[in-house]
Structures are given as structure tokens and as C-alpha cells.
């Protein structure tokens, strides 16, 4: 990707005005925009907004956009809180060098299929905040969009979960998955994203009460698609599969 101007705007308000003006494109850690071949008018650098740390508010967790994935990775209150699994879920992507550089931002951000942080996080019952429409649930932005809006955090709710579990299927070490999913168990309410690519994810709850039926609700109850990573019905069984796993991982843990 080519660029005539590059801004490194110091506040949040600043950076939404020009993430309005057209041929503006928001830098994150540029691992994907970088293989682009294409000219934009203005590349906008937010390194200087103070959206790089991960803080424990209230209102929950706060992850800013410009957190690197080996940030979230490591994080002890984002481990403690997910009970390990952020680990699980982002330590497959790529390497630590890639991992180092791409941010959480950039990564919901395109809300993406293939997306294991946007998995993880729907699960969990995130939301995104966005300077111009403020806080809105996960799924709503993962469904909607925001087009030129800033994504400026990740919000997670204060009720730690009692149970985290997350499954992904890689072809290789390195690939994009051809599925990724996410478990999440709050007292007796179950809350599972499946993010078959190349479609967006999708999320359900179930009573933990009824596990026995949910890998069969889930693996045809949800949207599947093929692709060259794996066929539509290949994800349905691995749906099925994982989310016996998962339930498995939570029996015994809870």
C-alpha cells in the first residue's frame, strides 16, 4: 500500500474527522493493508491516542484498539479473566513476530470470518466502543458495521465467566482457520459464537442444562458456507465436534 499523506493525530476526535473524509484509511499494525497494491489519500497513524493499554473499569475490562494480539495474549487480568483461553485462542496466529504488530483493533475491525479475537470476544459478550456511536454489543457491529466510525475499544462485561473454552481448525500451522469458536458458560447460560469463514460469525445461547442437545442444535442450526480451507460440511461436523469438547472442558470445570 502506497499513501500521498500520513497524520498522527493526538486525539480521538481528531482521528474520527479524518476517519470521515473520503480515501482515509486507519492504520492498525498494517500486517494485511501492507500486501495491499493500492494508493490512498491519507494513512491514519493512531499510535498517539493512549489506546494501547488494557484496564480493569467498573464497567469491566477495557481493551484499547491499538493493543497488540501478544498484548491480549499475555495479559494477566485478560488471562485471569477468560480463564486462559485468550491465550489459546491467539497464540495459533501466524508467529510472535506477527502477533507483536497486529492489533486487536484491526482485527475486529474488519470483522472478519476467519477472526479468532472477534470469536473470543463475541463469546464473551463484548462490545465495541466507537468514538461517534459509543457503545454498542459485538454482534450488532459485527452484523452492521461502522462505517467511518473509529473503533477506539473492546469492552468487556465485569461478570468474569465461570467457564471458557475455544476450538479452531487450522489446515496448517500458520493458515487462516476454516473455523474458529468460542464458549462461554455465566452461571447456568451458555453463550457460543461459531465463525465458520468465509462467513461471519454467529451466536447463540442455550441453558447448560440442555448440553447434551447443543453440538446437534449447533451443528444444524447455524449458516455454513465452503471455501478453499474446507467445505460447508465439514465445519457443520467440526462445529458438532468442538462444541462436545468444549462442553466436556466444562463439566469438568465447573
Same mark, same amino acid.
Given at each position: 500500500?502506497?499513501?500521498?499523506?500520513?497524520?498522527?493525530?493526538?486525539?480521538?476526535?481528531?482521528?474520527?474527522?479524518? @476517519?470521515?473524509?473520503?480515501?482515509?484509511?486507519? +492504520?492498525?499494525?498494517?500486517?494485511?493493508?501492507? +500486501?495491499?497494491?493500492?494508493?490512498?489519500?491519507?494513512?491514519?497513524?493512531?499510535?498517539?491516542?493512549?489506546?494501547?493499554?488494557?484496564?480493569?473499569?467498573?464497567?469491566?475490562? %477495557?481493551?484499547?484498539?491499538?493493543?497488540?494480539?501478544?498484548?491480549?495474549?499475555?495479559?494477566?487480568? +485478560?488471562?485471569?479473566?477468560?480463564?486462559?483461553?485468550?491465550?489459546?485462542? +491467539?497464540?495459533?496466529?501466524?508467529?510472535?513476530?506477527?502477533?507483536?504488530?497486529?492489533?486487536?483493533?484491526?482485527?475486529?475491525?474488519?470483522?472478519?470470518?476467519?477472526?479468532?479475537?472477534?470469536?473470543?470476544?463475541?463469546?464473551?459478550?463484548?462490545?465495541?466502543?466507537?468514538?461517534?456511536?459509543?457503545?454498542?454489543?459485538?454482534?450488532? &457491529?459485527?452484523?452492521?458495521?461502522?462505517?467511518?466510525?473509529?473503533?477506539?475499544?473492546?469492552?468487556?462485561?465485569?461478570?468474569?465467566?465461570?467457564?471458557?473454552?475455544?476450538?479452531?481448525?487450522?489446515?496448517?500451522?500458520?493458515?487462516?482457520? @476454516?473455523?474458529?469458536?468460542?464458549?462461554?458458560?455465566?452461571?447456568?447460560?451458555?453463550?457460543?459464537?461459531?465463525?465458520?469463514?468465509?462467513?461471519?460469525?454467529?451466536?447463540?445461547?442455550?441453558?447448560?442444562?440442555?448440553?447434551?442437545?447443543?453440538?446437534?442444535?449447533?451443528?444444524?442450526?447455524?449458516? &455454513?458456507?465452503?471455501? %478453499?480451507?474446507?467445505?460447508?460440511?465439514?465445519?457443520?461436523?467440526?462445529?458438532?465436534?468442538?462444541?462436545?469438547?468444549?462442553?466436556?472442558?466444562?463439566?469438568?470445570?465447573?
Amino acid at each position: 500500500m502506497n499513501f500521498k499523506n500520513y497524520v498522527q493525530p493526538e486525539t480521538v476526535s481528531e482521528a474520527l474527522s479524518l @476517519a470521515k473524509q473520503s480515501g482515509t484509511v486507519i +492504520l492498525g499494525g498494517m500486517m494485511w493493508l501492507n +500486501l495491499q497494491k493500492r494508493t490512498v489519500e491519507t494513512a491514519v497513524d493512531l499510535s498517539r491516542l493512549g489506546l494501547d493499554r488494557i484496564e480493569s473499569t467498573p464497567d469491566g475490562i %477495557r481493551i484499547g484498539a491499538y493493543v497488540t494480539l501478544r498484548q491480549a495474549e499475555t495479559d494477566p487480568t +485478560l488471562v485471569d479473566y477468560t480463564r486462559g483461553a485468550v491465550g489459546k485462542a +491467539l497464540a495459533p496466529i501466524v508467529g510472535v513476530q506477527f502477533r507483536n504488530t497486529a492489533t486487536v483493533g484491526g482485527s475486529v475491525f474488519g470483522r472478519f470470518g476467519f477472526s479468532d479475537p472477534t470469536t473470543l470476544f463475541t463469546a464473551l459478550g463484548a462490545s465495541v466502543v466507537l468514538a461517534e456511536r459509543g457503545v454498542i454489543p459485538m454482534e450488532t &457491529f459485527i452484523r452492521e458495521g461502522a462505517p467511518r466510525d473509529l473503533l477506539t475499544h473492546i469492552l468487556l462485561p465485569k461478570e468474569k465467566p465461570d467457564a471458557v473454552s475455544v476450538f479452531a481448525q487450522r489446515n496448517s500451522a500458520t493458515d487462516f482457520p @476454516a473455523l474458529t469458536s468460542a464458549f462461554c458458560l455465566r452461571g447456568e447460560n451458555l453463550r457460543v459464537t461459531v465463525s465458520p469463514a468465509p462467513v461471519r460469525g454467529e451466536t447463540r445461547e442455550f441453558p447448560f442444562s440442555d448440553a447434551e442437545k447443543i453440538p446437534e442444535a449447533l451443528a444444524n442450526g447455524l449458516k &455454513f458456507d465452503s471455501n %478453499r480451507l474446507a467445505s460447508a460440511a465439514y465445519r457443520a461436523r467440526l462445529t458438532g465436534v468442538f462444541a462436545s469438547r468444549a462442553l466436556e472442558e466444562m463439566k469438568k470445570g465447573v
